[in-house]
């Protein structure tokens, strides 16, 4: 792997004004779009205060006068108040292997100071790009030869799609372009739309406009959308703003339309689950944030949750596939790290040891989730485990062993998996469309 180094020009802060941001251009050697830099520039502060940081998702590390001031941890840590003194400051970033064409970002104001320019991320022509169509079509050619003249249930999966730091909310309305051949009976969104990276936790305009271009996107599907809240989708905004009930009428309550008796959710609590028509297929939807960020408590299954889908397997036919879907992977090799807190590997365990110990009694195809970035598929006491990479980062040395993924430039390429399921026969078959194409591809049984 070649190394670029390139500098960024001067932030600068004058008095109570906001800083002026000039981002350096980025350059590449090869042509895979990976690449390590690092990145110097100087912070002039005029008078002495307190600042706020805001750091976008994908830097490894930021350092402030030599000072580790951010590091990059599963749960996002993008928001720092520090004392400046007045004069000139340096700050340091390095990072590795990150997709062309997504732009990290950092961003400081003086403290109360709300950021409304961002500068970072370009807005794309509208519109559906001609990749987008010849890549769905050369996947629909795979699909159909392994369906023959089987019965199948299809559907896409998004997930972290991020969209507050880079452009990638398009992606949604690209997939929902590709309904047109496949007929999907569902897609799954699995959370970390992108609310709380960088600045958008503390300006509500900002959430908002994230969430309008989400749901924006989600609409043009026209059919269920079953969506599954992500770590990166709280504390947004100012009192609460993006509560797992907003969470729930926005993103959940209008595939109530398509859905009808089918789909059944469990008000504000972002779990449900939709019993496809004429399938025998029951999709369980999880919230993998318990209580919620706001209350601490990332990556968690709470009580009440568990013994929601305790009883929901329990009544729920021996004949009928059940798939699962979560946010969040407690299967120790699709998380980003084996350490969890102590609540979290409870959580883990407690999930797991349901969903293996009616494995024996429920037909359950599988727990299919986002969050890593890369992919994976374990088999656990006869359970089949699965992330999908979607759009996230993910540098090389965070890929756990039996996992992969695939670089790519959004602005060429589409990264989603199409899962299909032959119920009769119990086999699954993963479709990449875009990054990684067939090479990607997976087929297991259930």
Known sequence: MKKTVFYLAALVLAGACAPKYNEGAFSYDGDDGQYAAVLTSRLDIENTGTYDFYVADGW???????????????????????KLTAGRHEIRAGYSEYSEGRKPGLWICPKGETVHEYGTNERPEEGIPPFVMEQAEETYGRYLEWKGG???????????????????????????????????????????????????????????????????????????????????????????????ERLSDVFQKPALAYGGENLHLTPGKVYCYYDIPGKNVRVIVLNSEGTGALNGKYYYFDDVQVEWLKGLLDRTDPSTSVIVFSHYMPHPNGRWHNEPAPYTKESNERL????????????????????SHFNMHEVENGVNYFVTQSYGYCS???????????????????????????????????????????????????
């Not at 990166?232 to 797992?244: L, M, P, T, V």
């Not at 399921?421 to 090479?439: C, N, S, V, Y």
């Open 60 to 82: 490894p590390e930021i350092y402030l006068d030599g000072e580790l001031l951010f590091s990059e941890s599963p749960e996002g840590a993008d928001f720092r108040e520090l």
């Open 150 to 244: 089987d019965e199948t249930v299809v559907f896409p999966i998004l997930t972290d799609i991020h969209t507050n730091q880079s452009c990638t909310y398009q992606h949604i309305g690209f997939i929902a372009k590709t309904d047109e051949l496949f007929h999907y009976d569902f897609l799954a969104c699995l959370g970390d739309i992108g609310l709380n990276i960088g600045p958008g936790h503390l300006d509500r305009e900002y959430a908002d406009n994230v969430i309008a271009l989400t749901a924006g996107e989600l609409s043009k599907f026209g059919g269920v959308v079953l969506y599954s809240a992500g770590n990166h989708d709280w504390d947004a905004g100012e009192d609460e703003a993006n509560s797992q």
């Open 352 to 371: 797991m040891n349901v969903l293996e110990s009616y494995k024996e009694k429920r037909n359950i195809a599988g727990l299919f989730c986002g969050d």
């Open 396 to 446: 090389e040395e965070q890929l756990m062993p039996g996992t992969r993924r695939a670089f790519f430039n959004y602005r060429e390429t589409l990264c989603c998996d199409i899962v299909a399921l032959k119920p009769e026969k119990g086999l699954i078959h993963t479709f990449r469309m875009g990054a990684g194409g067939a090479d990607f591809d997976c087929e297991f049984p259930y």
